[in-house]
T-cell receptor
Framework: DAGVIQSPRHEVTEMGQEVTLRCKPI?????LFWYRQTMMRGLELLIY????????DSGMPEDRFSAKMPNASFSTLKIQPSEPRDSAVYFC????????????FGQGTRLTVV | SQQGEEDPQALSIQEGENATMNCSYK?????LQWYRQNSGRGLVHLIL?????REKHSGRLRVTLDTSKKSSSLLITASRAADTASYFC????????????FGTGTRLTVIP
């Protein structure tokens, strides 16, 4: 398996624009996580899915953020409208099983909102 | 915050020396994991220690866990320049939920 695949790797957008980040988890993994990493706040869990169903979205910062998982092999994180403070590296990770098993991370999407 | 905290925030050592990083957390856990992140890359899982374990080894890595003190340590022996990276601890809560809470990380620099 190629691992968790995220796209794009880099995104530069203007404030107010819609941004969509994409993730393909490892085949067979039933958990998918979206994290955001910044120097100030470290690595924050935004939302996670189990079998395509959102389980905990308490980390989503505002209504401008939304995430979907239409099937087991694809998830999106959307920011609309984007703001400069959304600039960060966004990671997708997937794992198999329950009880906090090993998470496999993608390479991340570096988002810059100007 | 449910996040753990690593100590020190940054560590610089000479190649061949041992590096020790510590992690403190707040809740009752199912397991604790250590991850490594190279600059500009995603996190990579290193080792997992369960709440009923006190010590675990993997190659040059040694992890200890003290649940009474809610703390863990990661020891890297005979460090190499290639070990330069940020290291994070992550906790899985005893509730059985599958989300992981990551600490703030230790930036390790190994000088050749």
């Amino acid at each position: 398996d190629a691992g968790v695949i995220q796209s794009p790797r880099h995104e530069v957008t203007e404030m107010g624009q819609e941004v969509t980040l994409r993730c393909k988890p490892i085949s067979g993994h039933d958990y998918l996580f979206w994290y955001r990493q910044t120097m100030m706040r470290g690595l924050e869990l935004l939302i996670y899915f189990n079998n395509n169903v959102p389980i905990d979205d308490s980390g989503m910062p505002e209504d401008r953020f939304s995430a979907k998982m239409p099937n087991a092999s694809f998830s999106t994180l959307k920011i609309q409208p984007s703001e400069p403070r959304d600039s960060a590296v966004y990671f997708c990770a997937s794992s198999l099983g329950t009880g906090g098993t090993e998470a496999f991370f993608g390479q991340g999407t570096r988002l810059t909102v100007v | 915050s449910q996040q753990g905290e690593e100590d020190p925030q940054a560590l610089s050592i000479q190649e061949g020396e041992n590096a020790t990083m510590n992690c403190s957390y707040k809740t009752s856990i199912n397991n604790l994991q250590w991850y490594r992140q190279n600059s500009g890359r995603g996190l990579v899982h290193l080792i997992l220690i369960r709440s009923n374990e006190r010590e675990k080894h993997s190659g040059r890595l040694r992890v200890t866990l003290d649940t009474s003190k809610k703390s863990s340590s990661l020891l890297i022996t005979a460090s190499r320049a290639a070990d330069t990276a940020s290291y994070f601890c992550a906790t899985a809560e005893q509730t059985g939920a599958n989300n992981l809470f990551f600490g703030t990380g230790t930036r390790l620099t190994v000088i050749p």
